[in-house]
């Protein structure tokens, strides 16, 4: 089982705090010191999140765009066999209302939406990223973005939210990303009471031509997990979203659990479940409990 680190990047000329303890908010320079760093103790994946000071698609097209400017220049500095950038093409760090889709008189305007991710995810193609990341939970997110690479000419793989529910624990990952949605839920996403709908949409976001699949969140969710293991025909990703991590930091901080314990323990359910790789905010956990 590998791990694959969320990393922060934002426009400022300096790292930053973040929500997550322990977990930056990256200039595009601390961003690749980061990764020097991670890929001497051994990882070598990320999943790569926009951090915005102005909400805004337009932004993507700019030549100075953060996270495209450091896919380009992690892809100049390493070879492709050392590194694996997977770009998060989310909407909610762009929009002013924080939601994973466009609407319009309150309604999804899933056209707008389709064509917004489908920007997204070609920028980061043509920066160099290995793979894309489209969490709109909206069926046809693989196909609009996989038919869009391949006109384009562009080798990048899918990794789409496939099985991604409608949960809590999104909260300090919102507070990062700078979303204005708070704590609600987005009820758009899959209802955590029917897993059969979430799985079927990995089911077709195979189809459609995923090279791999997402689970989020991941505790809650341990019975989906695995049967997303046994049902999927490619490799299987959970995240261990942000309220989670938060959860065990706190308890950790009010002295009720030990966090090396912890994550070892977690992580080493997850790989009972079948998972190919973990995302998350842990990586030194990981690294630490993988090197005992």
Known sequence: MNYIEGLFIGPAERPKESALKNNLIHSVDSALAHVEMRLDQGLSRWLVVAVNQ?????????????VARFIERACQRWRRDQITLIADVGLSPYLESGQSVIFDDNEIDVEASYQAAVDLALRFAKA??????PCLSLPEQTSRIV???SMNGLACGLMPYSTKFSSSLYGPYRDTVQSSLGLKRKNYQFDFSDSEKALQQMDSDLKQGASLTIVKPALPYLDVLQNACCRSSKPVAVYHVSGEYAMAIHASEGGLLYLPDYFEEIHTAFHRCGVQYVIGYAADFFLESRNK
Do not use: E, I, N
């Open 128 to 133: 160099g990223a290995d793979y894309v990341a």
């Open 54 to 66: 102005q909400k805004g698609l337009s932004q993507v097209r700019d030549p100075r765009f953060h």
């Open 147 to 149: 038919d869009a690479l």
